[in-house]
């Protein structure tokens, strides 16, 4: 295997580069975060994260947290994966991820709290290799190489083991372990590791009602979004569901639920994006939502649907996660209000992130992409990413959405609808779900020759296989009855 990596390693590189480079240069050029910027006395360390008893995902997440709490600033988690137990098989699968911190801690001080923590949150050793509440492991500590009774540094056997390579890509690839035989990237050794038959896939909780989203997957479920806007000024919907009391639109939305392909996520909003929109109130757009959001939540018909509130208001969206609301969707990224990504990461819950550029009332003059619209929406996104994971939000807790028809043409939506899977497998965005919602939208109706926002059904059906077909997770709508059709269709097509 070494020998093949050397082999690779040096075809590719002689390729990319007309300087060969030594070993040592090579790594300066691909130096990753675990050594630079990181301020006397602290260090750069990665570790390993399981768990396969109870709510695995809630005990990961209730580690990172006891981390802070003590002192270990994490800066950086990766996605979360499923896998199966290995050499005990009879126990449940676990969930793996990988977190990067800066801790002023010695190796076997850090040990020592992560050992700690993993007693606080009930783990018991009963037989080696078992089952486990949570595992906290560390893999790479600065460029150090430790070796003793209690710590291994490299963590043993890493390399071999996808579970525990694969979250380590997601931060950082192009690294090199710092071994003396070494040559070859982290991303290099895991493309070379056996095909599993199993394939890991990125994971993604909704909520507590729903399966997560494994958005790797290929044969996985497109979840139906419908869009309920309580506004009166709504583009498409012209204040049909603008009412004070829900109780009249809970049969509506018990329909969603019983259909050959029932809505998953509700998407509430009670404060227009459209261009030129009216601003209201934080206080008007909550007493537009939270009856609603509080009325589903009571009624045992919805069990199976989770709540997304599409805001860019933090106070707003606290309130709605208060009442029962699981998901926040921010068409702006955290970018119209400060305290937003602050806000999603003290609460832990999954949002999206969408891409738009300005605000409602000048995005449609920032349509300038010159590197092309796929670069320049995918490079944003990344910026938006990190701002996030700056905030403190997981990134096993972010979804995205291109934003079709924010701060884009006709030409450059279609563009992102055409070469959507390519957005997708955009270079650092890999792994994230995605959300696509052309609904009902304006160059809709200016290519099809259907002015009515509601009558756009046939060109909005063919914008949502386009976006199965490219690798959307969720498909955000109007027309439920009609578009869980199209899902239905375009799954059995595309998702096999």
């Not at 580069?17 to 130096?31: G, W």
């Not at 090199?176 to 056996?194: G, K, N, R, V, W």
């Not at 509700?266 to 909550?286: F, K, M």
């Amino acid at each position: 295997m070494v020998e093949r990596l050397k082999k690779r390693f040096d075809n590719d590189y002689a390729t990319s580069c007309s300087v060969h480079l030594e070993r040592h240069e090579y790594e300066r050029s691909q130096r990753s975060l675990l050594s630079s910027d990181v301020q006397d006395g602290r260090h750069r360390v990665y570790l390993a994260l399981g768990s396969n008893l109870g709510n695995r995902v809630e005990m990961i997440e209730s580690a990172v947290r006891q981390m802070s709490d003590r002192g270990i600033t994490v800066l950086r988690t990766s996605a979360l994966y499923e896998t199966k137990p290995m050499y005990l098989e009879n126990q449940q699968s676990f969930i793996n991820g990988a977190c990067e911190i800066e801790t002023s801690l010695s190796p076997l001080g850090l040990l020592d709290q992560l050992k700690l923590i993993e007693h606080d949150l009930g783990r018991v050793k009963t037989v080696e290799n078992g089952p486990r509440t949570i595992d906290l492991d560390i893999l790479l500590y600065d460029e150090e190489r430790v070796e003793n009774l209690r710590l291994s540094i490299p963590h043993k056997r890493m390399l071999e083991r996808e579970f525990v390579l694969r979250p380590l890509c997601d931060l950082i690839p192009n690294s090199i372990p710092p071994t003396p035989d070494s040559i070859a990237t982290y991303q290099d050794i895991l493309e070379q590791l056996p095909e599993s038959t199993d394939p890991l896939s990125a994971m993604t909780p909704l909520s507590d009602y729903l399966p997560p989203i494994r958005n790797q997957s290929p044969t996985r479920p497109t979840h139906l979004m419908a869009i309920l806007n309580l506004t009166p000024d709504s583009f498409s919907d012209g204040g049909l569901h603008s009412t004070a009391d829900p109780i009249p639109l809970l049969d509506t939305l018990r329909s969603y639920t019983n259909q050959r392909h029932p809505v998953t996520i509700l998407d509430v909003g009670g404060q227009s994006t459209r261009p030129h929109a009216p601003q209201i109130s934080p206080d008007e757009e909550l007493s537009r939502i939270l009856p609603t959001i509080e009325a589903i939540r009571s009624d045992p018909s919805f069990q199976t649907m989770a709540i997304s509130i599409d805001t860019y208001r933090a106070s707003v969206a606290a309130e709605a996660i208060k009442a029962g609301a699981d998901i926040i969707n921010d068409v702006s990224s955290g970018q119209l209000d400060p305290e937003m990504l602050p806000t999603i990461a003290k609460l832990g819950c999954t949002c999206i992130l969408m891409h738009m550029r300005g605000t409602p009332e000048t995005m449609n003059t920032l349509i300038s992409y010159p590197d092309g619209v796929i670069n320049g929406v995918g490079n944003e996104l990344l910026e938006r990413v990190r701002d996030a994971e700056k905030a403190g939000i997981r990134r096993w807790r972010i979804m995205l959405d291109p934003g079709i028809g924010f701060a884009k043409t006709q030409a450059q939506s279609l563009e992102l609808l055409r070469r959507f899977s390519e957005l997708r497998d955009f270079e650092g965005l890999r792994g994230f779900p995605w959300v696509v919602g052309a609904s009902r939208k304006g160059f809709i109706g200016k290519i099809t020759g259907v002015q009515d926002a509601k009558e756009r059904k046939w060109g909005t059906a063919t914008t949502v296989a386009a976006a199965i077909q490219g690798g959307a997770d969720i498909v955000r709508v109007h027309d439920v009855s009609e578009m869980g059709q199209v899902v239905a269709m375009a799954d059995a097509i595309w998702r096999v």
